[in-house]
């Protein structure tokens, strides 16, 4: 019996009772390696004593103070090491408590700047098919998940997409990469003018895409090429690393091996690593200048934005991400990762790619290798590996739809920072197991 509203009623969950580095355990004393951190939140593990410690510590001191009059120490210092670690441009912070809390606050926030730069024209927003950005309406609006925003379709504001950069599905036989990527940014460019590109406030992107369509990464040159058609059309760049931002990658920031900057960068996830829930927006000097000099303060807030105990955690997990050096670890610990899915599954007949980046990563499945054909999508095979996975001691994040919203599986993988080789190991040859368990209860 429970009161709870679960997001499945019909299914019945495990208690997770406690943590513990890379493990949860339930109420039977069942132990889960957490592969995919939650939703890629758990970069430190569970349990961790000097983020547990500073929240403590901050209890001690101070819960709450509202931010409409006062800032707090733990704020202060964390939009400071924030700072620190992105481009001097984008180093003004905006706290919130989540991932679409602050894809609302960028939405608002480049809504703002146009109309104080002095134009209040600028309404639209352009992002990609096969991406998510968060489940409030505004968020929701952005979103190509399709399952995600059916249901809420009428109560959407408008907003159009463009393709994902998706090579495995969408770059066309004997087309080069730079000739994919040169595509796309056309199709971009085009896609403004036909809505005239004045009307246009921001073009919205994950650097790295995670849940709709399993680590999806950016080709060369494709955001680069994205933001020059921005720059030229006075569109603002808004870069959603909620998921895949703060070291999940192997860089603190996705973006920065890209060769771009965007106007706005929101973050989340790796933020708080699940300590507490906190999100960030960072926007540029153009951006926070204009406001400011403008009506002089940014029209949104929220009651727990810059909560002091989520920024004393949260600065807790980034010194700890820092000064252990872990996005170093993640990138040498992704290659084994990736080493030990192309050992298992490179010649799998039912798995098309391995693709990813660091500890974020995902084998996309299929029925056919050489068509590249899928499941048919009421077999929700995602579901089956999922549940297969979990009772084999494995948290792991499949989801289906990844081609297009209806058809399509993938297994997302997202480990925690400090995961071991030999735990990496062990998850990959879980995950086969649940995998081939799966395919073989298909009908
Ligand atoms: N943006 C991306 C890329 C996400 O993956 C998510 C959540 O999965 C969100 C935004 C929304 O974050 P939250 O669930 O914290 O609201």
């Known amino acids: 019996m429970t009161h709870i509203f679960h997001r499945t009623p019909a299914q019945p969950l495990q208690v997770a009772l406690r943590g513990e580095g890379c493990y949860l355990f339930d109420a039977h004393g069942r132990r889960y390696f957490d592969g995919s951190g939650g939703a890629a939140v758990s970069c430190l593990g569970h349990g961790h004593p000097a983020v547990i410690a500073a929240i403590r510590e901050q209890m001690d001191k101070l819960e709450y103070a509202h931010t409409s009059f006062f800032t707090s120490e733990p704020a202060e210092r964390l939009a400071s090491l924030l700072a620190s670690q992105s481009p001097a441009e984008l180093g003004n912070v905006y706290f919130l408590s989540g991932g679409s809390e602050a894809m609302e606050a960028a939405l608002k926030m480049a809504r703002q700047f146009h109309v104080e730069n002095g134009e209040p024209q600028r309404v639209h927003f352009v992002s990609r098919r096969q991406s998510y950005h968060g489940n409030?309406?505004?968020?929701?609006?952005?979103g190509g998940n399709l399952p995600r925003r059916k249901l809420y379709e009428p109560m959407l504001m408008p907003t159009t997409q463009?393709?994902?950069?998706?090579?495995?599905?969408?770059?066309?036989?004997?087309?080069?990469?730079?000739?994919?990527v040169s595509r796309l940014v056309a199709e971009l460019e085009q896609h403004l003018l036909e809505l005239g590109p004045e009307t246009v406030a921001a073009f919205v992107a994950e650097t790295v895409v995670g849940a709709t369509s399993g680590a999806l990464e950016p080709l060369p040159g494709y955001l680069k090429g994205m933001r020059e058609v921005c720059d030229r059309h006075g569109v603002l760049l808004i870069l959603d690393e909620v998921m895949c931002g703060i070291g999940r990658t192997g860089h603190y920031h996705a973006f920065s091996v890209e060769g771009v900057v965007p106007d706005l960068l929101t973050l989340a996830k790796g933020l708080g690593g699940g300590?507490?829930?906190?999100?960030?927006?960072?926007?540029?000097?153009?951006?926070?200048?204009?406001?400011?000099?403008?009506?002089?303060?940014?029209?949104?807030?929220?009651?727990?934005?810059?909560?002091?105990?989520?920024?004393?955690?949260?600065?807790?997990?980034?010194?700890?991400?820092?000064?252990?050096?872990?996005?170093?670890?993640?990138?040498?610990?992704?290659e084994f990762l990736r080493g030990q899915l192309q050992e298992r599954f490179a010649h799998h007949p039912h798995v098309g790619e391995i693709r990813g980046r660091g500890l974020f990563q995902a084998i996309e499945l299929v029925r056919d290798r050489d068509s590249a054909e899928p499941f048919p999508a009421s077999q929700r095979l995602h579901a089956r590996i999922k549940q297969a996975a979990q009772s084999r001691g494995l948290i792991c994040y499949p989801s289906g739809g990844t081609i297009d919203g209806v058809n399509g599986d993938h297994v997302l993988l997202a480990p925690p920072f400090i995961s071991s080789e030999e735990q990496l190991h062990d998850a990959v040859?879980?995950?086969?197991?649940a995998l081939d368990e799966s395919l073989s209860s298909l009908t």
């Open 162 to 180: 463009v393709s994902p950069c998706y090579p495995y599905r969408y770059r066309q036989a004997g087309e080069s990469d730079a000739d994919y």
């Open 136 to 142: 409030t309406l505004g968020a929701l609006a952005i």
């Open 275 to 334: 300590y507490q829930p906190i999100g960030a927006v960072l926007a540029s000097d153009r951006v926070v200048g204009t406001i400011t000099r403008g009506s002089g303060s940014f029209q949104h807030g929220h009651t727990y934005i810059g909560h002091p105990l989520a920024c004393a955690a949260a600065l807790a997990v980034q010194r700890e991400i820092i000064e252990q050096n872990l996005c170093a670890q993640v990138r040498q610990r992704g």
């Open 429 to 433: 040859a879980v995950l086969a197991g």
